[in-house]
């Protein structure tokens, strides 16, 4: 069973940064489709970034020269740092990956950007 953990959510002020982890129970050196939404109080679930198995990145444009996706395949690791948060970033943030089988989700970490 695919299993994906986050962490490194919390509470962060305005101009802040943090770090996302999501580590998964299988190997992800394969995968092309892994990434990270996130969904905000009221609002429908959002793309903020994606990275291949190549290591080609894709940002929304709202994060775009904010938040830096990457991943460690030995450790099974997506990561995505995020810097300059802003109060709008504030949000439960998941982490996804595409098998053939489905996509798979994490159960989120939450990011309040708050003075």
């Known amino acids: 069973q695919v299993q994906l953990v986050e962490s490194g959510g919390g509470l962060v002020q305005p101009g802040g940064s943090l770090r996302l982890s999501c580590v998964a129970s299988?190997?992800?050196?394969?995968?092309?489709?892994l990434g990270w939404y996130r969904q905000a109080p009221g609002k429908e679930r959002e793309l903020v970034a994606s990275?291949?198995?190549?290591?080609?990145?894709n940002y929304v444009d709202f994060v775009k020269g904010r938040f830096t996706i990457s991943r460690d395949n030995p450790k099974n690791t997506v990561y995505l740092q995020m810097n300059s948060l802003k109060p709008e970033d504030t949000a439960v943030y998941y982490c996804?990956?595409?098998?053939?089988?489905?996509?798979?989700w994490g159960q989120g970490t939450q990011v309040t950007v708050s003075s």
């Open positions: 996804y990956l595409n098998l053939p089988a489905g996509t798979y």
């Open positions: 299988i190997r992800i050196f394969s995968i092309d489709a």
């Open positions: 990275i291949t198995h190549s290591g080609r990145t």
